[in-house]
């Protein structure tokens, strides 16, 4: 399984903020494709990596429901972080294998609000 595979799109850091619209395959989105092409072979890109699993809006609708604040708060927190726990570790473990071989930056930062991983990334490792 390669990083395409597993991501839904990657989003360059440095092209701006946008929101991520799902698609069937992996996407380089929002100018990343041009400035990989523009990179170094040496440089790390920014990247933040959204997976096609996200948790299901009508789990997040059916927590939203819940009278108690509290209650409410941790049930979404509860199925968000879930849903990163069981997608990322695939996408984390190539990421810290690409790490050790310098296509990956020092810091690489799972998200478990929206199901992304933010990190510093090679043009060769984009381009698998």
Do not use: F
């Not at 440095?14 to 989105?29: D, E, F, K, S």
């Not at 699993?53 to 708060?73: L, W």
């Not at 979404?76 to 930056?105: E, F, H, M, P």
């Amino acid at each position: 399984m390669n990083l395409s595979q597993l991501c839904v799109l990657a989003i360059a850091s440095i092209a701006g903020t946008t929101v991520a619209q799902p698609v069937h395959q992996a996407q380089l989105r929002n100018g990343l494709s041009a400035a990989t092409k523009a990179a170094d072979p040496a440089e790390l890109l920014p990247v933040v990596i959204v997976l096609r699993e996200q948790t299901p809006q009508a789990q997040i609708d059916a927590a939203a429901r819940i009278d108690d604040k509290a209650a409410r708060r941790a049930a979404v927190i509860s199925l968000l972080r879930q849903t990163a726990r069981n997608t990322q570790g695939t996408l984390l473990d190539i990421l810290t294998q690409a790490q050790d071989q310098g296509l990956v930056g020092y810091r690489i930062r799972p998200l478990w609000i929206s199901n992304m991983i933010a990190a510093d990334v090679s043009p060769a490792l984009l381009n698998q």
